[in-house]
């Protein structure tokens, strides 16, 4: 896997690939806290139901123009006392973070949908409420098989390149 969102070791991707294309690429981090997971978060990390996890959310800027909401959510046993759970930057990212606590992904699952934002994507992302968003979810499992982060990534769809995809087909 070579995708630099995942690997560890890869720094700070967003900012990196906004520079590649000659462009400033930061974030502000809006949350950082322990909470009960709604239902998709919940099957997503195979969380129990009374079990909690760790929310990171950022908002994601190009040019200092907000161009995505990115909330991700680590198992609590797996973040709490660790970076993820803490309020500022990770040195190195959060998956430099996972990988140092032995959870480097090993496989990612995917999924893309597009749908219209709610009010308050509206007001984070400063869009009109008929703007779509591309809405990219991905969970990173460790060697192990365990699901240890699944990111929710909503972008807006007029101001975000492609989403390109190559896989190897293994016979």
């Given at each position: 896997m070579s995708n630099p969102y995942v690997v560890a070791g890869s720094g700070d991707a967003w900012s990196?690939?906004?520079a590649a294309a000659g462009r400033r690429g930061t974030q502000r981090l809006l949350d950082v806290s322990v909470i009960s997971p709604h239902e998709g978060v919940r099957a997503a990390l195979s969380t129990p139901d009374d079990g909690?996890?760790?929310?990171?959310?950022?908002?994601?800027?190009?040019?200092?123009?907000?161009v995505e909401i990115a909330d991700s959510f680590y198992p609590a046993e797996v973040a709490v006392g660790s970076p993820l759970?803490?309020?500022?930057?990770?040195?190195?990212?959060?998956?430099?973070?996972?990988?140092?606590?032995g959870h480097a992904a090993a496989e990612i699952a995917e999924t893309v949908t597009a749908r219209l934002p709610d009010k308050s994507e509206m007001d984070l992302l400063e869009i009109a409420s008929d703007e779509p968003l591309l809405v990219l979810s991905r969970i990173s499992?460790?060697?192990a098989g365990r699901a240890v982060e699944y990111a929710v990534n909503r972008m807006i769809a007029s101001r975000t390149k492609p989403l390109a995809y190559r896989m190897r087909v293994s016979r």
């Amino acid at each position: 896997m070579s995708n630099p969102y995942v690997v560890a070791g890869s720094g700070d991707a967003w900012s990196a690939e906004a520079a590649a294309a000659g462009r400033r690429g930061t974030q502000r981090l809006l949350d950082v806290s322990v909470i009960s997971p709604h239902e998709g978060v919940r099957a997503a990390l195979s969380t129990p139901d009374d079990g909690q996890v760790v929310c990171r959310s950022r908002l994601m800027l190009l040019d200092g123009v907000p161009v995505e909401i990115a909330d991700s959510f680590y198992p609590a046993e797996v973040a709490v006392g660790s970076p993820l759970a803490s309020p500022g930057k990770i040195k190195g990212g959060a998956v430099a973070a996972l990988a140092e606590l032995g959870h480097a992904a090993a496989e990612i699952a995917e999924t893309v949908t597009a749908r219209l934002p709610d009010k308050s994507e509206m007001d984070l992302l400063e869009i009109a409420s008929d703007e779509p968003l591309l809405v990219l979810s991905r969970i990173s499992f460790d060697a192990a098989g365990r699901a240890v982060e699944y990111a929710v990534n909503r972008m807006i769809a007029s101001r975000t390149k492609p989403l390109a995809y190559r896989m190897r087909v293994s016979r």
